[in-house]
């Protein structure tokens, strides 16, 4: 099973993208409100990211921080199940 994820947000307004998922080629698409609204929330998963911020003479200052939940903890959090559903609705079994 092949697995690609993007997030189209970009600089500077990385708040307004929404995720993109396909599995095996296929894309995995929002199926109603409430699946819309997953797909363009965060996702809290584990890693390190990026933040930024104005600097005195108005320069974009980045920093890495690390966050979010591990893999296995993450697959039980509300995100995590409606996820998996999500994927279920569009005939694939998530293999874990």
Sequence with gaps: MEITTEYTGSYPCLCSGEWLITIDNQLIKSMDSDSKYLLQSPMNTEGTYQSWYFGNDYDAIWKDYTAGVPFLEWLDT??????????????IEPVI
């Design 78 to 91: 509300e995100v995590g199940r409606k996820l998996i559903n999500l994927i279920s609705l569009h005939g």
